[in-house]
């Protein structure tokens, strides 16, 4: 399967404590998005990746969180000092050319953080 | 920014027809899409919609225009594997790197 694989599938950390995500897009890809997704909620943006360079990151984004892509191939998503607001689905998304055509994202299974 | 207002909840039978409707407030416009999402997964690609009128693919289309800021997904033939999400999300055209603004999506529940 080529798909968007994400990694860990669920992670339960206590607060205060450090984790990070790991999210590998479709090869060909060169676009990685992140997004969180509380339950009954639609997934929220929060940083956008063009290759290695990250262009975009949400306002939603404190300083806790980081997200890089070395090589522009994966991507990681750390969030420091979690606190029990944290808790959520955390999807990484990929997708190929420029922003006219479809060029639809598509989604992996998602990474549920629970802060306890 | 983007306003993007969806249905909560929907029910239908299983054979019936839904429409989901999706109406977006957005400075800039740069296509709409959607997807459906079954409980505890990802997202997956349904629809795109960038000019007026309908596009369909089997069972689902998807329908858009641009001047009322308006679009919906019909369901046709509905099967219980139907029951799901439907996120409608909007790519707005300031946003050059494609991220896309989604609503709280309707929760489509198929009975027999």
């Known amino acids: 399967d080529t798909g968007v694989s994400q990694n860990p599938r669920h992670k339960i950390t206590k607060r205060g404590q450090n984790v990070t995500f790991r999210c590998d897009p479709i090869?060909?890809?060169?676009?990685l998005y992140w997004y969180r997704q509380t339950l009954g909620q639609g997934p929220e943006f929060l940083t956008y990746?063009?290759?290695?360079?990250?262009?975009?990151k949400s306002r939603l984004l404190s300083d806790r969180f980081s997200a890089e892509r070395p090589k522009g191939s994966f991507s990681t998503l750390e969030i420091q000092r979690t606190e029990q607001g944290d808790s959520a689905m955390y999807l990484c998304a990929s997708s190929s050319g420029p922003s006219g055509g479809a060029y639809e994202q598509y989604f992996g299974p998602g990474t549920r953080l629970t802060v306890t | 920014g983007q306003n993007i207002d969806q249905p909560t909840e929907m029910t239908a039978t299983e054979g019936a027809i839904v429409q989901i409707n999706c109406t977006y407030q957005?400075?800039?416009?740069?296509?709409l899409f959607w997807y459906q999402q079954h409980a505890g997964e990802a997202p997956t690609f349904l629809s795109y919609?960038?000019?007026?009128g309908l596009e369909e693919k089997g069972r689902f289309s998807s329908f858009l225009s641009r001047s009322k800021g308006y679009s919906y997904l019909l369901l046709k033939e509905l099967q219980m594997k139907d029951s799901a999400s439907y996120l409608c999300?909007?790519?707005?055209?300031?946003?050059?790197?494609?991220?896309?603004?989604f609503g709280a999506g309707t929760q489509v529940v198929v009975t027999p």
């Open positions: 090869s060909e890809h060169n676009r």
């Open positions: 990746f063009q290759n290695e360079a990250q262009l975009e």
């Open positions: 999300a909007v790519r707005d055209i300031g946003d050059s790197w494609g991220k896309l603004q």
């Open positions: 919609n960038v000019l007026d």
């Open positions: 957005t400075s800039g416009f740069n296509g």
